[in-house]
C-alpha cells in the first residue's frame, strides 16, 4: 500500500478558501494516508515515501477534487480515516472543519475568538490523536486550548483561559509519569495542558525573565524535549531557557 500520493495547495480570495488535491501517483494511495499533525511524524517535515513519482507528465497532475466555501485560513491540513481537517476564522470565530475526500463539508465547529489585528486568518493545523482534534484559538479570550472530537465536531474540552495570546507554536504531546501533557508556547507562557481533560497543569512566565527586543508575543518555535527537560527559544534575540 503506497503512503502519501497527493500535495495539498491553498489559494485565500477574500472570504473563500480554497483547497486544491492533485494527483501524483493514484486515488487508491491518497486513502491510505494518515498525517495527523503539523509537519507529519515527529513534525520532522520527512515523509519515508517509497513510490512518489520524480516527475510530472507534460500538463502537470490531474486535478482530483477543488473545494470552496471553507473559513479564511493560513493552515496546512492533516488527513487522518479518509477525513481532512483544518482550521479557518469565518465573522471573527475561529472553526476545525472536516471534509471528505469526495470534497464534502461534514461538519464546521467554532471553538474561540479569532485574531483579527494583522494576518488575521488562522493558522493552527490541528493535531488528530485517536477519537480527538487538538486546536488552539487565535485570541484566547475564551480558552487557551481545545480539543473536539473529530468524529462530530463536538467540544470534549476547553482549558481555562490565562488571557494571553496565540504564539503561533505548534504544540507537542507528551507522556510522562502516567500524565499525558500538551506542551506549547503561546504570547507570554510556557504552559503544560492535561490532555484528558485540559486542566492546565503548570505554566511559566517565558517574557518575564527578559524581553525579546521586538515581538515580544511571537514565539513560532516548538519545544524540545528530552528526558524530563523541556527546551525552549525564540526569534528576535530573545532568551533561550531550559
Same mark, same amino acid.
Given at each position: 500500500?503506497?503512503?502519501?500520493?497527493?500535495?495539498?495547495?491553498? $489559494?485565500? #480570495? #477574500?472570504?473563500?478558501?480554497?483547497?486544491?488535491?492533485?494527483?501524483?501517483?493514484?486515488?487508491?494511495? %491518497?486513502?491510505?494516508?494518515?498525517?495527523?499533525?503539523?509537519?507529519?511524524?515527529?513534525?520532522?517535515?520527512? =515523509?519515508?515515501?517509497?513510490?512518489?513519482?520524480?516527475?510530472?507528465?507534460?500538463? !502537470?497532475?490531474?486535478?482530483?477534487?477543488?473545494?470552496?466555501?471553507?473559513? /479564511?485560513?493560513?493552515?496546512?491540513?492533516?488527513?487522518? @480515516?479518509?477525513?481532512? =481537517? $483544518?482550521? !479557518?476564522?469565518?465573522?471573527?470565530?475561529?472553526?476545525?472543519?472536516?471534509?471528505?475526500?469526495?470534497?464534502?463539508?461534514?461538519? @464546521?465547529?467554532?471553538?474561540?475568538?479569532?485574531? $483579527?489585528?494583522?494576518?488575521?486568518?488562522?493558522?493552527?493545523? *490541528?493535531?488528530?490523536?485517536?477519537?480527538?482534534?487538538? +486546536?488552539?484559538? !487565535?485570541?484566547?479570550?475564551?480558552?487557551?486550548?481545545?480539543?473536539?472530537?473529530?468524529?462530530?465536531?463536538?467540544?470534549?474540552?476547553?482549558? /481555562?483561559?490565562?488571557?494571553?495570546?496565540? !504564539? =503561533?507554536?505548534? *504544540?507537542? =504531546?507528551?507522556?510522562?509519569?502516567?500524565?499525558?501533557?500538551?506542551?506549547?508556547?503561546?504570547?507570554?507562557? +510556557? %504552559?503544560?495542558?492535561?490532555?484528558?481533560?485540559?486542566?492546565?497543569?503548570?505554566?511559566?512566565?517565558? $517574557?518575564?525573565?527578559? #524581553?525579546?527586543?521586538?515581538?515580544?508575543?511571537?514565539? *513560532? +518555535?516548538? *519545544?524540545?524535549?528530552?528526558?524530563?527537560?523541556?527546551?525552549?527559544?525564540?526569534?528576535?534575540?530573545? +532568551?533561550?531557557?531550559?
Amino acid at each position: 500500500m503506497c503512503y502519501i500520493c497527493a500535495q495539498l495547495f491553498f $489559494t485565500m #480570495k #477574500k472570504a473563500a478558501f480554497f483547497i486544491f488535491i492533485i494527483q501524483i501517483i493514484t486515488v487508491s494511495t %491518497l486513502l491510505a494516508q494518515n498525517v495527523t499533525q503539523w509537519r507529519g511524524l515527529n513534525r520532522s517535515g520527512h =515523509y519515508p515515501d517509497q513510490q512518489l513519482a520524480d516527475k510530472w507528465d507534460q500538463g !502537470g497532475p490531474e486535478l482530483l477534487l477543488n473545494i470552496e466555501g471553507l473559513p /479564511e485560513s493560513y493552515s496546512s491540513v492533516v488527513v487522518h @480515516n479518509n477525513v481532512i =481537517y $483544518t482550521s !479557518g476564522i469565518q465573522d471573527e470565530k475561529e472553526f476545525l472543519s472536516a471534509i471528505d475526500l469526495k470534497g464534502n463539508i461534514l461538519w @464546521n465547529t467554532p471553538y474561540g475568538d479569532a485574531w $483579527t489585528k494583522s494576518y488575521s486568518p488562522a493558522r493552527c493545523t *490541528p493535531t488528530i490523536d485517536g477519537d480527538i482534534a487538538y +486546536v488552539i484559538s !487565535g485570541s484566547g479570550d475564551l480558552t487557551t486550548m481545545v480539543a473536539i472530537d473529530k468524529s462530530n465536531g463536538e467540544t470534549i474540552w476547553q482549558s /481555562e483561559s490565562i488571557q494571553d495570546q496565540s !504564539g =503561533y507554536t505548534s *504544540p507537542i =504531546y507528551i507522556e510522562r509519569d502516567n500524565l499525558n501533557q500538551i506542551i506549547t508556547v503561546i504570547g507570554n507562557h +510556557v %504552559l503544560g495542558v492535561d490532555a484528558v481533560n485540559g486542566s492546565i497543569i503548570w505554566k511559566f512566565n517565558y $517574557t518575564a525573565i527578559e #524581553k525579546p527586543m521586538m515581538g515580544e508575543d511571537i514565539n *513560532p +518555535v516548538t *519545544p524540545l524535549i528530552k528526558g524530563d527537560e523541556i527546551f525552549v527559544t525564540s526569534g528576535y534575540n530573545h +532568551v533561550g531557557i531550559m
